[in-house]
């Protein structure tokens, strides 16, 4: 089975960095992608990683150990504008559909 | 570039009645995925289409709801005699063509279906 597993909720301060984990089971891999969801609104594409390693975009950065089945995203320099819920998501085969966790609430305060 | 459209924004159903719901994807976008998204819960993939193909629909229920993505025109996603639990929002996503693994899917702005 799938199973995909991050935080419910998460807190931060304005200007600190903060660590979101994810930790995956599938019945296979291809690609493990990040999205931001802002209420009521669209997923949009964060990152995307499918070596270990770390992949940095900006603010944001996306790491990933495939053998430990494990990723993180890293949010620096958090702005008020960061609080959203962050989609991990797994490309278990092919290149067909993706299998998302919960989501991690992240409430940014001043 | 217009991104992913969807349309309605916002459906009310009563008991027993259809919903349809459409997806246009991005332009040079062949591929069309619907999800759900219940409150407190993550996306949940539904089904996978090309153009007059169904790719993948192990998460579709299998009674009540269809898809279906014409040569012409947008993707429908079709529930007939909804019930309340059928609540929920309802995203599109759309993707190029197979050719680059790091190829992700955009998303629309969703429907939101409401059964009373």
């Known amino acids: 089975g799938q199973n995909i597993d991050q935080p419910t909720e998460m807190t931060a301060t304005e200007g600190a960095i903060v660590q979101i984990n994810c930790t995956y089971q599938t019945s296979g891999f291809n690609g493990l992608f990040w999205y931001q969801q802002h209420a009521g609104e669209a997923p949009t594409f964060l990152s995307y990683n499918v070596l270990d390693g770390l992949e940095e975009k900006g603010r944001f950065s996306s790491f990933l150990s495939r053998s430990k089945g494990y990723s993180y995203l890293l949010l620096k320099e958090l702005q008020m504008k960061d609080s959203a819920s962050y989609l991990c998501?797994?490309?278990?085969?092919?290149?067909?559909?993706?299998?998302f966790g919960k989501g991690t609430m992240l409430l940014v305060s001043p | 570039n217009a991104g992913v459209m969807q349309n309605p924004r916002h459906l009310v159903r009563r008991r027993g009645q259809e919903a349809r719901l459409r997806c246009s994807p991005m332009k040079g976008h062949s591929h069309v995925y619907w999800y759900r998204q219940l409150p407190e819960e993550g996306l949940k993939f539904m089904v996978y289409?090309?153009?007059?193909?169904?790719?993948?629909e192990s998460g579709m229920p299998k009674e009540r709801f269809s898809a279906e993505f014409p040569k012409e025109g947008p993707s429908i996603l079709r529930i007939q005699q909804v019930v309340r639990g059928d609540s929920a929002a309802y995203f599109c996503?759309?993707?190029?063509?197979?050719?680059?693994?790091?190829?992700?899917?955009?998303f629309g702005p969703g429907t939101r279906l409401l059964v009373l």
């Open positions: 998501a797994v490309r278990d085969r092919g290149y067909s559909t993706l299998t």
């Open positions: 996503a759309s993707s190029p063509p197979v050719g680059r693994a790091s190829e992700t899917q955009y």
């Open positions: 289409l090309q153009k007059e193909n169904i790719i993948d």
